[in-house]
């Protein structure tokens, strides 16, 4: 009877540590990519004004792109790469979510990420309904 009842708290620990645990890593995957799209946004804004005062073109300031994402992310508890490419901006963001139950069964931290991709444009394109 010791052993079935053993084995069914163990169950029910694991089971309690993957309800609680995953949800913490799913909030965090969420964040993730809450930041990795606003990130991508604030390279996306960094406009080479030259370029736009002259012909009326949207481009990119690569280097102010990434330094603006970069910017962003280091407000925030996580890491990410940021590359420019063109006129659109992605980001990465990795972030580690350490575990409340699932760490005494050794498993101490969760890792997820988020990759979202920005692009400069003029004005309004559509309506969004």
């Given at each position: ?20 645990d ?37 481009r990119?300031d690569?280097g102010?792109?990434r330094?603006?994402?970069?910017a ?34 050794g ?18 394109t559509?309506?969004?309904?």
């Amino acid at each position: 009877m010791t052993g079935f009842v053993v084995a069914i708290v163990g169950a029910l620990f694991l089971l309690a540590g993957l309800v609680v645990d995953g949800g913490l890593a799913l909030g965090a995957r969420v964040r993730a990519l809450n930041e990795a799209q606003e990130a991508a946004r604030a390279g996306a804004q960094q406009l080479d004004l030259a370029v736009y005062r002259r012909d009326a073109s949207v481009r990119l300031d690569a280097g102010r792109a990434r330094a603006a994402a970069l910017a962003y992310i280091a407000a925030t508890p996580d890491t990410a790469s940021v590359s420019v490419s063109g006129d659109r901006v992605t980001v990465v963001v990795r972030a580690v979510q350490r575990t409340q139950i699932l760490g005494l069964a050794g498993l101490g931290s969760i890792a997820v990420s988020g990759r979202a991709t920005a692009e400069a444009q003029r004005g309004v394109t559509e309506v969004i309904r």
